[in-house]
């Protein structure tokens, strides 16, 4: 995916919970669980597709797999025979900058919505998700580990 996973995650939820392949709470879940590994939007889809209703598990993660890892790829295959004088170009060169500008709009976005709309309550799951930041942010710990503290504080605690 160019730029970043989290760009598709308001796109996933679009496709898979109005239309009923998961529900909110299914989404949610496999959302916070693939937090703890490498790529994890990527992992995401693949959840996605495995927990969709009316789908084989092994198809429908496959599917996903795929269909999450195709268009970058064949959008990179395509552009790499001209991606140095593409690069050069001034005009590229902003639309570039514009792009990188929207991507930061779209991060936004989708911390808020889903993350903050649903995950976020009151002040006990800010707490958390505020301690969760910190730890990652500022102690370097692995985010696996703050994952399931913070799964285990939000059940204790909240």
Request: charge should be negative; avoid cysteine.
């Amino acid at each position: 995916m160019v730029p970043g996973g989290h760009v598709v995650l308001p796109l996933l939820e679009q496709a898979t919970v109005p239309t009923g392949m998961v529900d909110h709470d299914s989404f949610l879940a496999g959302y916070g669980a693939a937090q703890a590994v490498p790529g994890p939007l990527f992992t995401f889809a693949s959840y996605l597709g495995a927990s969709a209703e009316g789908v084989p598990w092994l198809w429908g993660a496959t599917i996903a797999t795929v269909a999450i890892f195709l268009p970058a790829a064949l959008l990179v295959i395509g552009i790499m025979p001209f991606w140095d004088r593409l690069r050069q170009h001034p005009m590229a060169a902003s639309a570039l900058a514009g792009a990188n500008a929207a991507v930061v709009g779209i991060l936004a976005a989708a911390l808020y919505n889903p993350v903050f709309t649903a995950g976020i309550h009151g002040p006990g799951t800010m707490g958390v998700a505020a301690a969760a930041f910190v730890a990652l942010q500022s102690f370097k710990l692995p985010a696996w580990a703050v994952v399931i503290a913070a799964a285990l504080v939000g059940g204790i605690a909240l």
